[in-house]
């Protein structure tokens, strides 16, 4: 009985297990159920010790030797039949064993219940003394951690595509907009300031559905434009600056720091795909989308730029030309490297935190059991980084 899943029990009594219902109605009265199961033991062992004791005198008359070898006879066969093996087999088959035991336990409760309640008096008063309450601890829930142990035990009835999406869940509370978004330096976006012409040829050679609109600078977001409205708009012929105010939708700023299945449930409140990411000083930081936060529980599926695609670029002696502004989460996952995330967010920030400087170009450098060289810095930022690959193991064997 105390050997039965809890949760796999409640799924039985959900769908109409009637053993199951019994056994989890005697396991919420567990002061009763342990009462009556030893009460019943208690009293079975004490004659059978008994009366082993009597056909022992009776045979062999009141000698000490026989009384002992009885006693030890006795107290073996219980241990092996009526305590050991029988509580292994409920351990390993607690359903085949508890549900058909329930239908003798529950009326053996509703006999012995004068006794039970009597026993069950001195137990109670005990447990006050030593401030215990069994009550309140059975009413523990699980928690996330256990959750996840969970369903990575479950590996072997959880296809493996399902467990990882289970377990890219559990983290997106840990995981915060910082660590996929668009930085910065990436962002695509339209100036308004600029001419007509320039701003027709970046509308109808973008790659994405939807950009940023600034005036002056980079950090006063106006608006977002929907490129492909503007173009079915425009229906081939180069927009207005004044037709363009018209259709910016309002920017949807999110605060730095903000775990990923907050601002995922601010998407679908809002309604929005798409939000600037802000620090306290409303400096822009970076870009969101509905489609970055999918990435991390499915995976990628969705086209990337080619500018994007070109941060991972494979070289014949298998090393990577790696961008520096590449995301450490999406380096961990593609390349399955081991660089740290509890501090910066990029590879040139995690190159520059182990300097503590820029380093100069040809620098070659182990981080986090990788060996990385700088291969170009520019602008005070590391912009490519080459990434060796492991060195094989060498078996050494006795000659």
């Given at each position: 009985m105390m050997s039965l899943n809890r949760y796999r029990l409640r799924h039985l009594v959900q769908h109409g297990h009637r053993g199951a219902a019994r056994a989890a109605d005697l396991l919420a009265q567990t002061d009763k159920l342990l009462g009556v199961i030893l009460l019943g033991n208690n009293l079975v062992n004490a004659m059978a010790a008994a009366l082993v004791t009597i056909i022992a005198v009776r045979f062999f008359g009141n000698s000490e030797f026989a009384i002992t070898i009885a006693t030890l006879a006795v107290t073996f066969l219980i241990l092996v039949f009526s305590e050991i093996s029988p509580k292994v087999?409920?351990?390993a088959y607690p359903e085949q064993v508890a549900f058909p035991a329930s239908y003798v336990l529950k009326p053996l409760i509703r006999l012995f219940y004068p006794?039970?309640?009597?026993?069950?008096?001195?137990?109670?008063?005990l447990l006050r003394l030593l401030r215990l309450r069994p009550s309140e601890a059975q009413q523990h829930k699980i928690?996330?951690?256990?959750?996840?142990t969970l369903v990575m035990e479950a590996s072997g009835f959880i296809p493996k595509k399902h467990q990882s999406v289970l377990l890219n869940l559990f983290?997106?509370?840990?995981?915060?907009?910082?660590?996929?978004?668009?930085p910065r330096s990436q962002i695509e976006a339209i100036d308004i300031e600029a001419d007509e012409e320039t701003i027709w040829r970046q509308l109808t050679t973008s790659h994405h559905t939807q950009l940023p609109v600034y005036q002056g600078e980079l950090n006063n977001i106006i608006g977002i434009v929907h490129t492909r409205k503007v173009l079915h708009q425009a229906q081939g012929e180069p927009i207005t600056l004044e037709a363009l105010k018209q259709i910016l939708r309002e920017p949807y700023f999110i605060p730095v720091g903000t775990p990923l299945l907050t601002q995922l449930q601010n998407f679908q409140e809002n309604q929005r795909k798409f939000g600037i990411v802000v620090d306290e000083y409303g400096e822009l930081q970076g870009l969101v989308k509905v489609e970055d936060i999918l990435e991390e529980i499915v995976g990628e599926f969705?086209?990337?730029?080619p500018l994007h695609s070109a941060n991972f670029r494979v070289q014949e002696d298998g090393s990577w030309l790696i961008d520096g502004?590449?995301?450490?989460?999406?380096?961990?996952?593609k390349l399955d490297t081991k660089f740290p995330l509890d501090g910066p967010k990029t590879l040139n920030g995690l190159v520059l935190e182990y300097f503590e400087d820029i380093p100069e170009a040809g620098t070659s450098f182990r981080l986090a059991d990788h060996t990385l060289e700088v291969v170009q810095t520019q602008d005070r930022v590391v912009k490519v980084v080459r990434l060796y690959p492991p060195a094989p193991e060498v078996e050494i064997t006795d000659a």
């Open positions: 087999m409920g351990a006794i039970i309640w009597f026993v069950n008096l001195f137990v109670q008063g928690s996330m951690p256990e959750l996840r983290e997106l509370e840990s995981i915060t907009v910082d660590d996929v978004m668009t969705t086209t990337r730029s502004s590449s995301s450490l989460r999406e380096l961990n996952r």
